[in-house]
């Protein structure tokens, strides 16, 4: 229009379209740092997000972890008090197998055992059977 002389000449109309141009890269440019900060936020609070997520993750494996740590001892303790128990009844039985109920003196049984184990220790030392 300015080359048919429908508008008058001057520096608006010389350099419109320039003008246009510069006004539209500032304002593309504000939009994208606006972009720019709103992604740089929603990064910021998802990794927060995360981060507290794993907070809570740790935190309950470590109660997870000290829960089972005191049902091992737990379950440790009783199993000696078992092995205890047992030991103690295997001595009671092997007591009562070996003794006499009435005289509490050594019976055919536990004669049988240290014989056994005389003629052992002699054949293994090539010695003859020695009776104490």
Do not use: W
Not at 5 to 20: A, C, K, M
Not at 34 to 54: P, V
Not at 98 to 116: E, F, I, K, M, S
């Amino acid at each position: 229009m300015r080359n048919i002389n429908v508008l008058p000449v001057n520096f608006f109309t010389l350099h419109g379209v320039r003008i246009s141009v510069v006004f539209h890269v500032f304002v593309l440019s504000y939009a994208l740092a606006q972009k720019i900060s709103a992604t740089q936020k929603e990064r910021d609070l998802s990794q927060s997000e995360a981060l507290k997520t794993r907070q809570k993750l740790v935190e309950t494996l470590r109660r997870s972890e000290q829960e089972l740590e005191s049902r091992v001892t737990e379950r440790t303790d009783a199993l000696e008090q078992a092995n205890a128990r047992l030991r103690e009844n295997e001595r009671q039985l092997k007591d009562a197998a070996h003794t006499d109920p009435l005289t509490g003196l050594a019976n055919r049984l536990l004669l049988d055992v240290h014989l056994q184990h005389a003629i052992q220790t002699a054949r293994r030392e090539r010695a003859a059977l020695r009776c104490s």
